[in-house]
């Protein structure tokens, strides 16, 4: 799967660095949007302080904390017009047509943007 960019070597679910709110610090739990996805949060959020001593997480920017996503199995990496009418850590529906969309009436729920080009995959 060429488009594959995240998952969980041993059937569980993936932890990513992601945009989270003000002052996280590791083991808070983290809202992701307004569609019910959370998070638990693995780092504390990395500071513009934290990034330009070199001092955050590895591969962090400022605002960003490595979180574990429960029941997020994978994420796949698609073009970000496919995905442009979802918000971010909005749920993301497979339409018949094999397109992307943000409504319950568009089809199966698979999963959430992650970002511009990102759908994390939920556990069936």
Do not use: C
């Amino acid at each position: 799967m060429k488009n594959k960019k995240h998952w969980a070597y041993t059937g569980g679910s993936i932890s990513v660095a992601l945009l989270v709110p003000a002052g996280t610090k590791s083991g808070d739990l983290v809202k992701l949007g307004a569609d019910g996805l959370y998070g638990h949060a693995e780092t504390d959020q990395a500071t513009a302080d934290m990034v330009s001593k070199g001092t955050a997480p590895q591969g962090l920017v400022e605002n960003q904390a490595t979180v574990f996503l429960p029941g997020i199995v994978e994420s796949i990496g698609v073009p970000a017009a496919a995905i442009a009418a979802v918000a971010t850590f909005g749920k993301v529906y497979l339409k018949a047509d094999k397109t992307y969309g943000a409504a319950p009436a568009d089809g199966l729920h698979i999963g959430y943007k992650l970002n511009a080009t990102t759908i994390a995959l939920r556990a069936n």
